[in-house]
């Protein structure tokens, strides 16, 4: 679906332009016009193609979606892909935003995310002596920077939830229940790291090195974006490293309280075993036993057998066995 066409020439807007129009502007080189797509069909698809001369290579890998986030150079144009992350129901969505880039044109497209783009159009169009100097490659950026942007507050609600976690941890009964949240975090953790980790290889292409010729005027821009890469990559990796401690730490708590109760059925265990062991004993049946005609045997028996388990209770009591 077509959401924008416009032409843009010395860093201002000129116009809203239609589809069919694309081809008479592309090539003046003191122009270029930015078309953003939402959820294109292979046919949308083709026809940017063809007024773009865009790389098949690279139409194949936008049709066909689910990639890896990267950047490529196809002669002096590039392609990139960046995954857009939107929480959804507990968890978080990962959507995909193709970029093609010329001296000539910007085309994105947007693909399994409900979150546009307007502000960064609106952020471009207010700095137009950016927009004239950079042009094409100052678009890239913006729209760069504005889902790496996006990448913090998730961050945040990582590092929130974390946090809940860890205040449960010691909470007699919940270690089972942290387990679990825990787990799912690490798994949001990777998600987020697979949209960064890879972009970020990407990125440093295009400040650093050879630096394709499309992005010469901007290269400082974009070691900003790595930065905030950077950034984000870093509060993961301590994230993760958080996570697989609290792991440890719940299931030591797991440990600990499987031998508490081990104790106690020890304890008890020793309890009736000595209580058994003179009720066996007194009960063999043998006819000279002593004080088996006593009459004060079965009082003197019980009063035993309570005698020696109280000395045990205590002592489990003491020992913090029971």
Request: with cysteine; glycine share 8%; charged share 25%.
């Amino acid at each position: 679906m077509l959401i924008n066409c416009v032409l843009y020439q010395q860093g201002r807007k000129v116009r809203d332009i239609t589809a069919e129009e694309i081809g008479s502007w592309v090539g003046r080189g003191d122009s270029f016009v930015w078309v953003a797509l939402k959820d294109a069909t292979d046919r949308e698809l083709a026809a940017m193609q063809a007024q773009f001369h865009l790389h098949e290579l690279a139409v194949e890998d936008a049709q066909h979606g689910h990639q890896r986030p990267k950047i490529e150079e196809y002669g002096d144009s590039l392609f990139a892909v960046l995954h857009v992350l939107e929480p959804r129901e507990g968890d978080f969505s990962v959507g995909e935003v193709h970029v093609f880039v010329d001296r000539d044109f910007v085309l994105s497209v947007r693909n399994r995310s409900e979150h546009g783009f307007a502000g960064v159009r609106q952020r471009v169009e207010h700095e137009p002596e950016l927009l004239r100097s950079g042009g094409s490659s100052f678009v890239f950026y913006a729209l760069m920077d504005a889902i790496v942007d996006r990448y913090f507050p998730i961050l945040e609600e990582l590092e929130n939830e974390l946090d809940a976690i860890e205040s449960q941890i010691f909470v007699e009964g919940a270690a089972r229940s942290n387990i679990e949240r825990l787990y799912a975090l690490k798994g949001k953790v990777m998600t987020v790291r697979h949209a960064v980790v890879p972009l970020m290889e990407a990125v440093a292409k295009l400040y650093g090195g050879r630096v394709p010729a499309l992005c010469a005027e901007t290269k400082d821009y974009f070691r900003d974006v790595y930065d905030h890469l950077y950034r984000v990559n870093a509060a993961l990796e301590t994230i993760r490293e958080t996570v697989v401690t609290a792991i440890q730490v719940n299931l030591s708590m797991v440990t600990i309280a499987q031998s508490d109760i081990a104790k106690k059925l020890t304890g008890w265990a020793a309890i009736f075993a000595v209580a058994t062991t003179i009720v066996g004993i007194w009960g063999m049946n043998f006819e000279h036993m002593p004080e088996l005609k006593w009459s004060y045997g079965y009082p003197f028996a019980l009063g035993s057998i309570g005698a020696v388990c109280g000395v045990l209770y205590y002592r489990f009591r003491r020992a913090k066995w029971l």
